[in-house]
């Protein structure tokens, strides 16, 4: 894959699995082993939420101010589980260095807002006093575009006819605990993929286009249950390198327990450079259904869009309305000096404060290539060495 992109190819080629031993692995993983191998040296606090860094008079972060509830009641109000009745039990932690915020593209602008960073006036709204005036926090959000083409097979998948996705008895499941590494459960369910250049692009590759059985249209409530069919194969496209940039994070309130306003703008940019994205995807499904005509004799009808959306027009409409994202990021970017919506330094610093930095998926300027979880580990990397080479600065 890495060749692929040093050499800015076209063509198929395997989607990378973060497994071991054909189990899932992920960030979660990292973070209980380092705990289990240096316990005095980690502390995890569930049922917590962070929502205010507290700073000396000189803007010097010295801690964070938190909410804890050892209930089951989640704190946030984004979580099913939310309860307006939970106790409230607040909480200051002090810090010897520095505060890291990784709170991701919607909580970590937040957090500096409910702390007096951001935009003077839209603070004001919500009584908040600004302790530094950075006019970045919470703009710049974007995203990737995605869509998909679905269609109902003949016939059932073979490889996966005697699945009943975990279901009492699932002989799927039974050769998946037996041997992971061997079984049908232990890979990605991608059964193809393709990297291409759209047309007139210049640059990286920009479509991601993957196939996997199943009926996948996006995420929603009960997506998984629908998505979960022998019968069907969906084409997954991924437009990266995307142009929208007018997204927004902003306050409903100075609740830390509220969910922050966030608006997409998806197709909305006020420049014309959005049409190469809408453009990009255009194409990625016609070739996505051009792919589908030469499997006619496996293929019993298309689903979604379906025949009856063709035209031009239509197609440009549907992808509109129907196009999602999950790689939200670029809420307090790294930029330069002279920049005014620059909210970062080039080593993560918080503009305007001393010991206080973002690294997560906010702290990107743009969003980068086609999935975003390798360049966040990058980042996490790079700003782990200029966090221990600024370490002195704090004895």
Excluded at 200 to 223: A, E, Q, S, T, V
Aim: proline content about 4%; overall charge positive; glycine content about 8%.
């Amino acid at each position: 894959t890495w060749s692929y992109v040093q050499n800015k190819l076209d063509g198929i080629l395997n989607v990378p699995k973060a497994t071991s031993h054909g189990k899932r692995i992920s960030t979660r993983d990292l973070i209980l082993n380092i705990k289990k191998k240096y316990p005095e040296n980690l502390t995890i606090k569930t049922h917590t939420l962070a929502h205010k860094v507290i700073f000396d008079e000189n803007n010097r972060a010295v801690g964070v101010e938190v909410v804890e509830n050892p209930s089951e009641n989640n704190l946030y109000e984004a979580s099913p589980n939310y309860s307006k009745s939970f106790v409230k039990n607040k909480k200051t932690y002090k810090c010897h260095r520095e505060v890291i915020l990784a709170g991701g593209v919607f909580n970590s602008p937040q957090i500096l807002m409910l702390s007096g960073i951001g935009e003077v006036n839209e603070l004001s709204k919500h009584g908040i006093e600004a302790k530094v005036s950075l006019p970045g926090v919470g703009k710049n959000l974007q995203d990737r575009y995605e869509i998909s083409v679905c269609s109902e097979m003949k016939e059932d998948f073979t490889l996966l006819k005697n699945c009943t996705f975990g279901k009492e008895g699932d002989p799927c499941l039974v050769d998946y605990r037996k041997d992971p590494q061997s079984s049908v459960y232990g890979t990605n369910g991608v059964i193809s993929s393709l990297i291409k250049t759209s047309a007139g692009r210049k640059g990286d590759p920009d479509l991601f286009i993957f196939g996997l059985p199943g009926m996948f249209k996006g995420y929603y409530k009960g997506w998984s249950a629908e998505a979960l069919k022998r019968n069907y194969f969906t084409w997954a496209i991924l437009k990266g390198h995307t142009q929208n940039k007018s997204g927004t994070v902003t306050l409903k309130s100075s609740s830390p327990f509220e969910r922050p306003e966030v608006i997409f703008r998806y197709f909305q940019d006020s420049r014309e450079s959005y049409h190469d994205d809408l453009d990009a995807l255009m194409e990625a499904l016609e070739m996505a259904r051009n792919i589908n005509k030469r499997m006619k004799s496996s293929i019993k009808k298309e689903i979604y869009p379906g025949k009856d959306i063709k035209n031009y027009p239509e197609l440009r409409n549907w992808i509109q309305k129907e196009a999602w994202g999950h790689h939200a990021s670029c809420t307090n970017k790294i930029g330069a000096d002279n920049d005014p919506l620059s909210v970062l330094d080039s080593k993560f610093r918080v503009r305007g404060t001393t010991g206080l930095r973002v690294v997560d998926a906010s702290s990107f300027n743009k969003i980068p290539g086609l999935f975003i979880v390798l360049p966040i580990y990058m980042i996490a990397e790079k700003a782990a060495e200029d966090i221990i080479s600024d370490a002195e600065i704090f004895e």
